[in-house]
């Protein structure tokens, strides 16, 4: 994330919409997460006033906090990134106990949407042709 592209370990969620970021400054997120956000770090980031908000999960697991803009990656390659994507930046978290530091929502309509999908705003900016994403699943390590 960010210009420098700053990275963090996501959780691909099909049934969502919105992209989290677990920031440095959370509260009660896990500790010595390898990858969390630093939005000092970034030249592009810009907090959105007033859009402090919940995010409810059907597992009853939750996140607080507000919304901003900032350089999304799906890779470390400049050609993935979306410029001015909108995602929460979270400063508290209820039932997530994973070694992850956020969520990319990548749900396809399904649900009503409350949040922008990275898919739509990479093919927005024409960084994809198509609004298409798959999965390799692996046995392997890593």
Not at 17 to 23: I, V
Not at 50 to 66: A, E, H, K, P, W
Not at 92 to 107: H, K, R, T, W
């Given at each position: 994330?960010g210009?420098?592209?700053?990275?963090?370990?996501?959780?691909?969620?099909?049934?969502?919409?919105w992209?989290?970021?677990m920031?440095?400054?959370?509260?009660?997120?896990?500790?010595?997460?390898?990858?969390?956000?630093?939005?000092?770090?970034s030249?592009?980031?810009?907090?959105?006033?007033?859009?402090?908000?919940?995010?409810?999960?059907?597992?009853?697991?939750?996140?607080?906090?507000?919304?901003?803009?900032d350089?999304?990656?799906?890779?470390?390659?400049?050609?993935?990134?979306?410029?001015?994507?909108?995602?929460?930046?979270?400063d508290?978290?209820?039932?997530?106990?994973?070694?992850?530091?956020?969520?990319?929502?990548?749900?396809?309509?399904?649900?009503?949407?409350?949040?922008?999908?990275?898919?739509?705003?990479?093919?927005?900016?024409?960084?994809?042709?198509?609004?298409?994403?798959?999965?390799?699943?692996?046995?392997?390590?890593?």
């Amino acid at each position: 994330m960010g210009p420098n592209r700053e990275m963090i370990d996501v959780v691909f969620d099909t049934g969502s919409d919105w992209l989290f970021a677990m920031g440095h400054t959370c509260t009660n997120c896990i500790a010595n997460l390898k990858y969390d956000y630093t939005d000092e770090a970034s030249t592009t980031f810009t907090p959105i006033p007033d859009s402090d908000r919940t995010l409810t999960y059907l597992d009853g697991s939750n996140v607080s906090g507000f919304e901003a803009y900032d350089t999304v990656c799906m890779s470390s390659s400049a050609a993935s990134c979306s410029t001015g994507f909108q995602f929460m930046m979270v400063d508290s978290q209820s039932g997530f106990g994973a070694d992850y530091s956020g969520i990319l929502g990548m749900s396809a309509g399904l649900y009503p949407l409350t949040g922008p999908l990275l898919m739509d705003k990479l093919k927005e900016q024409s960084l994809v042709t198509e609004q298409v994403f798959s999965f390799y699943l692996t046995d392997t390590a890593g």
